[in-house]
């Protein structure tokens, strides 16, 4: 009914118009006047339900029920959250010793790894009031806004936290990069620099003696977007960096997160948190539902290993995919597979873990390897295996089909991008390489000199075995999938031997392994 009355006075308004123009009468100003009311009116009005939106999320304050207990495979997190806590939750001792409160912590680390977690567990563990909000929420087109929520925030955190009776509030700010960019990058748009002026004026105001102590803790993905200002002490004082978990903190999480579903008699945790290496807390998340849907879906009452195993392929991957390929580009997809495999045997015995020529995502085949055991640090011999099993798929279908297929075109992209990584780490042939300085002839002839010789390394590698190739290939064809054990046991009744002396022997390079690793800081996907 509203609808329809707005539309009749509109329709009545605009016929009055023309009449009066037809009569003689000049009424440009007064309808230029009219525009320019109702767009100021639109404007305060946008200004006003914004706010007020805002303010009402921002009231929702209240205390989690999530604990440090419940947050598995963060122990250096969790305890340097918790000694940064006790000024809130020991504020007299801590006076009385001439502590200053902290007023910010940062967050920051991988998706997925438990940062909003760690900081709804942060309110449990001081009881305070806990108010959450995003950096996004923050930025809008007109002016002042920002700041003018930047007040609201404090403002709200300091009320609930009264309104609860309790003495300290925690404020959550998710992606902190988009509030607290470095300014002068918005040359255009001046909002986002008010908006972190504001932010530092609150959390500069923040006092020893008031009645509701505050602590910021912020999370971002992206810890070198944020502007100086703000990341100096006095200001965010602790950087705390919430990692990917290591072996034993994936235990625990799968342990966390399979404590409320029943349980078959053959899961195995250790092997599950052996095989998930470089998964987030997100991720096994992830696994241990799907592995339930999977139970679910074929009518079991308790979950089973097998489950889990699929569970991990399809958060990897995908769902398997209806499409089913003809039966001579199934064989070679099986070939591709199976060169892969066995070239992994060979570089790293016991390694595969599972060989599947299903559909799935983008792709039609794929070899999920286990690490032995989480690895921060390469070696340049661990590196040049994994370009050598990465060129094994298109060497076994030169071997057996006599011609190479567009299949191969993303292995090649990741074994050219990790020779690239490893003359840029200093451990080809060229030693050091200085980006600035080095010439690209120099960088690609170092390049396509590793990608050679572990061509003619996986080459060498798979002549040799041609008889447990075709018969990795046959069972592919048949079952579509092998687990690791399966193709270790098809290899030892073949007579496999792992070959030794693959690794064509330069002198420059002999050197180079004896002395050279690589940091954690690149790991491979």
């Given at each position: 009914?509203k609808?329809?009355a707005?539309e009749?006075?509109?329709g009545?308004?605009?016929?009055?118009?023309i009449?009066?123009?037809y009569l003689?009468?000049n009424?440009?100003?007064l309808?230029?006047l009219?525009?320019l009311?109702y767009?100021l009116f639109?404007?305060?009005g946008?200004?006003?339900?914004?706010?007020r939106?805002?303010v009402t999320?921002?009231?929702?304050?209240?205390?989690?029920s999530?604990?440090f207990?419940d947050i598995g495979?963060?122990?250096?997190?969790?305890?340097?959250?918790s000694?940064?806590?006790?000024f809130?939750k020991?504020?007299d001792?801590?006076?009385?010793?001439g502590?200053?409160?902290?007023?910010?912590?940062l967050?920051?680390?991988?998706?997925g790894?438990?940062?909003?977690?760690l900081?709804?567990?942060a309110?449990?563990h001081?009881?305070?009031v806990?108010?959450?909000?995003?950096?996004?929420?923050f930025?809008?087109?007109?002016?002042?806004v920002?700041a003018?929520?930047?007040r609201?925030?404090?403002?709200?955190?300091?009320e609930?936290?009264?309104k609860?009776?309790?003495?300290?509030?925690?404020?959550?700010?998710?992606?902190?990069e988009?509030?607290?960019?470095?300014r002068?990058?918005?040359?255009?748009?001046?909002?986002?620099?008010?908006?972190l002026n504001?932010?530092?004026v609150?959390?500069?105001?923040?006092g020893?003696d008031?009645?509701?102590?505050v602590l910021?803790?912020g999370a971002?993905?992206r810890?070198?977007l944020l502007d100086?200002?703000?990341m100096?002490p006095?200001?965010f004082?602790r950087?705390?960096r919430?990692?990917l978990?290591?072996r034993?903190?994936?235990?625990?999480?799968?342990?966390?997160?399979?404590?409320?579903?029943p349980l078959?008699?053959d899961?195995?945790?250790?092997?599950?948190?052996?095989v998930?290496?470089?998964?987030?807390?997100?991720?096994l998340e992830?696994v241990?539902?799907?592995?339930?849907?999977?139970?679910?879906?074929?009518?079991?009452?308790?979950?089973r290993?097998?489950?889990?195993?699929e569970?991990i392929?399809?958060?990897?991957?995908?769902?398997?995919?209806?499409?089913?390929?003809?039966?001579?580009?199934m064989?070679?997809?099986a070939?591709?597979e199976?060169g892969?495999?066995l070239?992994?045997?060979?570089a790293?015995p016991g390694s595969?873990?599972?060989?599947?020529?299903v559909a799935?995502g983008?792709?039609?085949?794929?070899?999920?390897?286990t690490?032995?055991?989480?690895?921060?640090?390469y070696e340049?011999d661990?590196?040049?295996?994994?370009?050598?099993?990465l060129?094994?798929?298109?060497v076994?279908?030169?071997?057996v089909?006599?011609?190479?297929s567009?299949?191969?075109a993303?292995?090649?992209?990741?074994?050219?991008?990790?020779?690239?990584?490893?003359?840029?780490?200093?451990?080809?042939s060229?030693?050091?390489v200085d980006?600035?300085?080095t010439?690209?002839?120099r960088?690609?002839q170092?390049?396509n000199?590793l990608?050679?010789?572990?061509?003619l390394?996986?080459?060498r590698?798979?002549?040799?075995?041609?008889?447990?190739l075709?018969?990795?290939?046959?069972v592919l064809?048949?079952q579509?999938?092998?687990?690791?054990?399966?193709?270790?046991r098809?290899?030892?009744?073949?007579?496999f031997?792992?070959p030794?002396?693959?690794?064509p022997?330069?002198?420059?390079?002999r050197?180079?392994?004896?002395?050279r690793?690589?940091?954690s800081?690149?790991?491979?996907?």
């Amino acid at each position: 009914m509203k609808q329809h009355a707005k539309e009749m006075l509109v329709g009545a308004g605009a016929g009055l118009l023309i009449y009066l123009t037809y009569l003689g009468y000049n009424l440009w100003p007064l309808v230029l006047l009219g525009i320019l009311l109702y767009f100021l009116f639109l404007n305060t009005g946008l200004r006003g339900t914004h706010q007020r939106k805002y303010v009402t999320l921002l009231g929702a304050g209240a205390r989690t029920s999530v604990d440090f207990a419940d947050i598995g495979g963060q122990d250096t997190a969790k305890r340097e959250i918790s000694e940064a806590l006790e000024f809130l939750k020991q504020h007299d001792q801590a006076r009385e010793l001439g502590i200053r409160p902290l007023k910010g912590i940062l967050l920051t680390g991988p998706p997925g790894t438990g940062k909003t977690m760690l900081a709804k567990a942060a309110a449990t563990h001081t009881d305070s009031v806990f108010i959450s909000t995003s950096g996004s929420e923050f930025i809008e087109i007109y002016a002042g806004v920002g700041a003018q929520r930047v007040r609201d925030l404090f403002k709200n955190a300091r009320e609930g936290a009264r309104k609860a009776k309790k003495s300290s509030a925690i404020v959550f700010v998710d992606e902190i990069e988009i509030l607290g960019g470095q300014r002068g990058k918005h040359s255009g748009h001046l909002e986002y620099d008010q908006t972190l002026n504001q932010l530092l004026v609150e959390m500069d105001g923040m006092g020893v003696d008031d009645p509701v102590r505050v602590l910021l803790i912020g999370a971002s993905n992206r810890a070198d977007l944020l502007d100086s200002a703000l990341m100096r002490p006095g200001r965010f004082d602790r950087i705390v960096r919430v990692d990917l978990p290591d072996r034993e903190g994936r235990r625990r999480i799968l342990d966390l997160h399979l404590s409320n579903k029943p349980l078959g008699d053959d899961i195995d945790l250790d092997r599950l948190a052996q095989v998930t290496f470089g998964f987030s807390g997100a991720h096994l998340e992830s696994v241990t539902n799907e592995a339930a849907i999977l139970a679910l879906r074929e009518g079991f009452c308790s979950l089973r290993q097998a489950h889990l195993e699929e569970a991990i392929d399809k958060v990897i991957l995908g769902e398997k995919m209806d499409r089913k390929p003809a039966i001579e580009e199934m064989k070679r997809i099986a070939i591709h597979e199976a060169g892969h495999a066995l070239m992994a045997e060979i570089a790293r015995p016991g390694s595969v873990a599972i060989v599947q020529v299903v559909a799935r995502g983008g792709t039609l085949g794929h070899v999920r390897h286990t690490p032995p055991d989480d690895r921060y640090v390469y070696e340049r011999d661990w590196l040049e295996s994994d370009i050598a099993i990465l060129l094994a798929g298109a060497v076994a279908e030169e071997l057996v089909t006599g011609g190479r297929s567009s299949g191969s075109a993303n292995d090649f992209e990741q074994a050219v991008s990790m020779a690239r990584r490893i003359v840029f780490m200093g451990l080809s042939s060229i030693g050091v390489v200085d980006r600035q300085s080095t010439s690209p002839e120099r960088i690609n002839q170092a390049v396509n000199e590793l990608l050679k010789s572990q061509e003619l390394r996986a080459h060498r590698a798979l002549d040799r075995h041609q008889a447990p190739l075709t018969k990795t290939v046959a069972v592919l064809l048949e079952q579509e999938k092998m687990g690791g054990e399966q193709l270790r046991r098809l290899l030892a009744q073949e007579g496999f031997q792992r070959p030794e002396g693959m690794v064509p022997s330069r002198r420059t390079w002999r050197k180079s392994r004896r002395s050279r690793t690589i940091s954690s800081q690149w790991q491979r996907a």
